[in-house]
């Protein structure tokens, strides 16, 4: 999948926290891929959706950004 456009009113509207906790992360970064393209969830947020139910899509078969 590549990286989008940046919904710049997204990101005004949604800081991530100062110091997220794990859960914070999260949730932040699915509201943030439902709203924004400007970046793909990172590999261990998406194990975590993954591991929690919140995402049916294999850690392995998720198409991973560029490093
Ligand atoms: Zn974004």
Do not use: F, Y
């Amino acid at each position: 999948m590549a990286v989008g456009k940046t919904n710049k009113e997204w990101h005004l509207a949604h800081k991530m926290p100062r110091n997220p906790s794990e859960d914070e992360r999260l949730t932040w970064h699915l509201e943030h891929a439902k709203s924004c393209a400007c970046r793909e969830i990172p590999p261990d947020m998406v194990e975590l959706a993954v591991r929690r139910g919140l995402m049916v899509q294999a850690a392995d078969t998720h198409p991973t950004a560029p490093k």
